[in-house]
């Protein structure tokens, strides 16, 4: 089921106690845009159907990276993109925006996402995978 706009902003928000909708909507595009980057096929387009969809244009449209990026290093590319910005900032941001995801998209998407991934990115997620 595809989240409506506002609810996914208003998940991002509450999460990241931002003041404004923009402040979450700006960490969302961003997230997502470096987020898009590291995920492929079938993946990413079921991912992308179950979000807004400004959002899953933005997720199917992707930053380029020339290398998937470790946990540590997409907060401090996602730094990078948020004017401002520090890495604590970031790291408060991507969590908003990925635990929004994890919920929307369910467990199971959620496994095959975190398998494209790097290993750390199921703490970006708030989900916590077993060592």
């Not at 946990?71 to 991507?94: L, M, P």
Request: glycine share 6%.
């Amino acid at each position: 089921m595809t989240l409506r706009r506002e609810a996914f902003l208003d998940h991002v928000s509450e999460r990241g106690e931002y003041a404004t909708l923009e402040e979450a909507e700006r960490a969302a595009r961003v997230v997502l845009a470096l987020l898009g980057a590291h995920l492929v096929g079938d993946v990413r387009a079921q991912l992308a159907a179950r979000l807004p969809e400004g959002f899953a244009l933005i997720l199917l449209n992707p930053l380029h990276s020339a290398e998937p990026l470790s946990a540590e290093r997409f907060v401090r590319a996602t730094a990078a993109w948020i004017e401002g910005a520090s890495e604590q900032t970031a790291a408060w941001d991507v969590s908003a925006v990925l635990s929004t995801v994890a919920d929307a998209v369910g467990e199971d998407l959620l496994g095959q996402i975190l398998l494209q991934l790097p290993a750390g990115y199921d703490l970006l997620f708030g989900r916590p995978q077993p060592t």
